[in-house]
């Protein structure tokens, strides 16, 4: 069974040189999955696997990747300038409008152009404060927190085509009266149906512990927003719609992917199915050498997040970040070491024969990485 895509990207964190690098794996290579009709073995030793060198690095102060495709990543400079569109195929670099302010880990949401408006060929980026702000009561003017990138003519005679920005409107809540004391993060968001709607889920709470939660949905044509209700989408982050299986899907923990039906937004949606599975991260995974390991008096590991990657087929990349601690005997008497690494799983979703039973979830292969390592995104 193939795979629609080659490469893995991978955003790092390198706090050593202060920089922030993009390094893509190979999928042809990275053997993450057992032949079809191969029943999984059990589990060997898990494998390492060698991360490639870097394709692009920049300075990581006040920068953000906000990714267009599996090969186009947007990247915005200290306070939203010398923004541009890196692509990871050609290498080839294109300049785009300043992102407006800089924003707190901004989500991004691309439509490609098939759901997009007829003008927009290569489709549009939705970029969004992830904790917006209150912004008084005007309803004209447009949100320096929510802008919409697109690669078009900027006007009908215009000789070329180049990236261009829109200021769009917030959602109403941030320009009402009755959650003006609140602070708010967009929670969990998904694009549904032909892409014609991204819809968000905000929770906020104010100085009295009270709380709110609200889901909206941004119309990508038009640019209005459209209360849905009073509850929150039931996962953490983005969901990906996953056209084979006519589901999203999202990371609901470590090692937990889930399976939701967002057709419909007459009420909350709940779970399809859900699906967990272990890693032995027992031995191998917290071991820093021999010697080390020889003078360990106690270790641990904790989960970090989780992030997931469709890649077609049902087949998917989970990829986990852990923290590692552990008591180890010196000289002195004993130290807290600590660390960081990741664990990329390959699970594949497998529709019921004929269409009856349930869903079924296969885990293949998973491998970690070095010590040290530090994903920031995984696209």
């Known amino acids: 069974m193939s795979l629609s895509r080659r490469f893995l990207n991978v955003i790092m964190n390198n706090s050593t040189s202060g ?55 947007l990247c915005t400079g200290q306070g939203g300038d010398d923004a541009f569109v890196f692509d990871a195929d050609t290498h080839h670099v294109v300049t785009v409008p300043a992102v407006d302010n800089l924003k707190w880990k901004p989500i991004s949401v691309f439509v490609p152009s098939a759901a997009a408006a007829g003008d927009d060929p290569e489709g ?81 709470i104010n100085g009295f512990f009270q709380s709110f939660t609200a889901t909206h949905c941004l119309d990508t044509v038009k640019h209005t927003w459209s209360a849905v209700g009073e509850w929150a989408l039931p996962f953490e982050g983005m969901a990906e719609y996953v056209p084979e299986l006519k589901l999203w899907f999202a990371t609901l923990g470590t090692q937990t992917l889930g399976a939701f039906d967002l057709s419909s937004m007459d009420s909350k949606p709940s779970v399809v199915c859900d699906w967990s599975w272990s890693l032995d991260l ?36 989970v990829a986990s970040s852990f923290h590692t601690r552990g008591i180890v005997k010196t000289c002195s008497g004993t130290e807290l070491t600590s660390n960081r690494f990741a664990v990329l799983t390959g699970v594949e979703v497998m529709a019921p024969v004929d269409g009856v039973g349930e869903l079924q979830l296969v885990k293949h292969k998973s491998k970690r990485t070095s010590d040290g390592t530090l994903f920031n995104l995984v696209f």
């Open 282 to 317: 027992d031995d191998d995974a917290l071991e820093h050498g021999s010697a080390e390991s020889d003078k360990t008096l106690k270790k641990w590991w904790e989960p970090l997040e989780s992030q997931r990657v469709h890649l077609g087929s049902g087949r998917f990349i």
């Open 124 to 204: 549009i980026l939705f970029v969004m404060e992830r904790r917006p702000k209150h912004e008084g009561y005007s309803k004209l003017r447009p949100s320096h927190q929510f802008e919409a990138f697109a690669y078009r003519r900027s006007s009908k005679t215009s000789p070329s085509e180049s990236w261009q920005r829109q200021l769009l409107p917030p959602p109403p809540y941030l320009r009402g009266s009755r959650y003006q004391s609140y602070r708010n993060k967009i929670t969990s968001y998904a694009v549904l149906g032909d892409g014609s709607h991204v819809c968000i889920s905000t929770k906020g």
């Open 19 to 73: 920089t922030r690098s993009l390094h893509r794996i190979d999928l042809t290579r990275g053997d993450f999955f057992y032949p079809p009709g191969t029943p999984p073995p059990p589990a060997p030793e898990m494998e390492r696997i060698r991360l490639p060198s870097h394709t692009m690095s920049s300075k990581t102060t006040g920068s953000s990747f906000l990714p267009i495709s599996d090969r186009k990543v």
